[in-house]
């Protein structure tokens, strides 16, 4: 098993950026292939991006490409996802999430293991 803390969340205005980090202690953070998905009050979660075990490979949702990078350093066992040009409508509840067999499913119920998340509020 792995176990996932998200943290870098906070109240930032439209235009500004944000870093979120996702820790992770457990298995061997390198067997799993990883994405951070995230939940807007009222609406269903949303897959936000997706990295291979390596690194090497990542993909993400049309309304961020361009604006966000997913990375990870397996090094220090951490997921990152930066966030630039942030606008209003990215205001959610940000997870990371790990699935050891599947990469890059966009469909939140075939990931196995979560973080708590953490809350990005975009001011207009």
């Given at each position: 098993?792995?176990?996932?803390?998200e943290s870098g969340g906070g109240?930032?205005?439209?235009?500004?950026?944000?870093?979120?980090?996702?820790?992770?202690?457990?298995?061997?953070?390198?067997?799993?292939?990883?994405?951070?998905?995230?939940?807007?009050?009222?609406?269903?979660?949303?897959?936000?991006?997706?990295?291979?075990?390596?690194?090497?490979?990542?993909?993400?949702?049309d309304s961020v490409k361009g604006?966000?990078?997913?990375?990870?350093?397996?090094?220090?066992?951490t997921l990152y996802l930066q966030?630039?040009?942030?606008?209003?409508?990215?205001?959610?509840?940000?997870?990371?999430?790990?699935?050891?067999?599947?990469?890059?499913?966009?469909?939140?119920?075939?990931?196995?293991?979560?973080?708590?998340?953490?809350?990005?509020?975009?001011?207009?």
């Amino acid at each position: 098993q792995v176990q996932l803390v998200e943290s870098g969340g906070g109240l930032v205005q439209a235009g500004g950026s944000l870093r979120l980090s996702c820790a992770a202690s457990g298995r061997t953070f390198s067997s799993y292939h990883m994405a951070w998905f995230r939940q807007a009050p009222g609406k269903e979660r949303e897959f936000v991006a997706a990295v291979n075990w390596s690194g090497t490979s990542r993909n993400y949702v049309d309304s961020v490409k361009g604006r966000f990078t997913i990375s990870r350093d397996n090094a220090k066992n951490t997921l990152y996802l930066q966030m630039n040009i942030l606008k209003p409508e990215d205001t959610a509840v940000y997870y990371c999430a790990a699935d050891d067999t599947k990469y890059g499913s966009r469909w939140w119920s075939e990931y196995d293991y979560w973080g708590q998340g953490t809350q990005v509020t975009v001011s207009s």
